[in-house]
Every structure is written in C-alpha cells, then in structure tokens.
C-alpha cells in the first residue's frame, strides 16, 4: 500500500544536539511538507519542497533545515538552534504542488531531555 | 494572508446528539476549504473538502459542511455523534494555485456515552 512513513515514532534528544527525521513516501507525489504541531496552536509550517532539489521555508524555518534529493525523501533535521524543539512533527505529502490532496504521516514525537 | 479561526478549543457532546464545529476563514478570492481530523499520536486524515460547485459537501464518516461565503464560514455539521467521532478536528485553507495549507487551531471533540 502506498503512503508516508515518518520514523522514529518517538525521538528523544539531549539539549545541543542535532536530530534528524525522517520522511519517505511511495506515493510518487511531487510536493512534500513538514508541519511543526503544539497544543492548542494548531499545525505550523516549517518546510516544503515542491520538486526535487528545490525547497521553501514555511513560518516557522528557523532551527531547522531539509534536503529534497530523492523525490521519495525529505528528511527534517533538528538543530542545536531550535530553542525549543518539543513537539510532534509532521510530514504530509500532495500529488501536485497546489498542496490541493495532502497524505500525512502518523507524525514524529520528539522530546529534549 | 489567509488565516483560520475555529473558535472552540474544546467541544463535548453525548453520543447520538447532533454536532456542529464552527470554522472561519479570511481570504479575500474563493477558498479551497478542508477538514481534517486527528486521532491522538497520529497523522491527519481528510474528512472532506471544497473547491467550488455545491455548498455542502459530504465527506466520510457521515460528516458533511455547508460553505457560506456571506459569513466566510465552513462549518462541520454530523447529524449523530458516534463515540468513535472522539478526536481532534482541524479547518484549514488553501489559496486558488497555492501550495501550502493554513490550518486553524483546532477544536478537542469529546463524546460523552
């Protein structure tokens, strides 16, 4: 079956470490995103890539940084940066860059401790 | 921009009543409209969207929503809670050619049996 796969489910980092998460999808979708969730504030945009090679900052860019080089892949790494990276993350996926018919994740846990 | 407002965090109702989840929008052309919904610790599922055509829109699990321009709203309406319906319910909008989605704040369904 096709669909998004976010790992690990549930990530634990120290303070001052880097963190990488990962995104793939089978959907051949073209367009991908990651979405920062946190109680009561809805889902925030972090990143986007419409097309291989190339991608955007959302609202929130600051902390994080992405890489496209597969149209599979679009892994979200965490930096020391983020001053505050508890949350649970995101990705979502869309057959065409309008973002018109999004596929999540089940989403990335992820907690400094 | 655009920007969603759901204005109740938290929402409880007995199983078998009737449910309504309020969803404003501001956007100055036509929007294209979804509503998503969110079991605990997992991704975002579609209920149903619109683009443009009929006003109400049917979606999954017996939900639909009613698109009024004159009030910029996209309420979500099920004529009978089930206790499965329990989750968390998120409005969001897209722009016409747009390729990303603003999701409002989401509003905590909690069905009482």
């Known amino acids: 079956d096709g669909g998004i796969t976010q790992s690990p489910k549930y990530l634990f980092r120290k303070e001052g470490q880097n963190v990488t998460l990962s995104c793939e999808q089978n959907?051949?979708?073209?367009?991908m995103y990651w979405y920062r969730q946190d109680p009561g504030q809805g889902l925030r945009l972090i990143y986007y890539s419409q097309i291989v090679n190339d991608f955007q900052k959302g609202d929130i860019a600051e902390g994080y940084s992405v890489s496209r080089e597969k149209k599979e892949s679009f892994p979200l790494t965490v930096t020391s940066a983020q001053k505050n990276p508890t949350a649970f993350y995101l990705c979502a996926s869309s057959i065409d860059p309008g973002g018109l018919g999004y596929t999540f994740g089940s989403g990335t846990r992820l907690t400094v401790v | 921009a655009q920007s969603v407002t759901q204005p109740d965090i938290h929402i409880t109702v007995s199983e078998g009543a009737s449910l309504e989840l309020r969803c404003n929008y501001s956007?100055?052309?036509?929007?294209?409209l979804f509503w998503y919904v969110q079991s605990p610790g997992q991704g975002l599922q579609l209920l149903l969207k619109y683009f443009s055509g009929d006003t109400l829109v049917q979606g999954i699990k017996g939900f639909e929503a009613e698109f009024k321009r004159s009030q910029s709203s996209f309420n979500l309406r099920k004529p009978s809670v089930h206790w499965s319906d329990a989750a968390e319910y998120f409005c969001?909008?897209?722009?016409?050619?747009?390729?990303?989605?603003?999701f409002g704040t989401g509003t905590q369904l909690k069905v009482e049996l």
């Open positions: 969001a909008v897209a722009t016409g050619g747009g390729n990303k989605l603003t």
């Open positions: 959907l051949n979708h073209d367009a």
């Open positions: 956007y100055g052309a036509t929007p294209y």
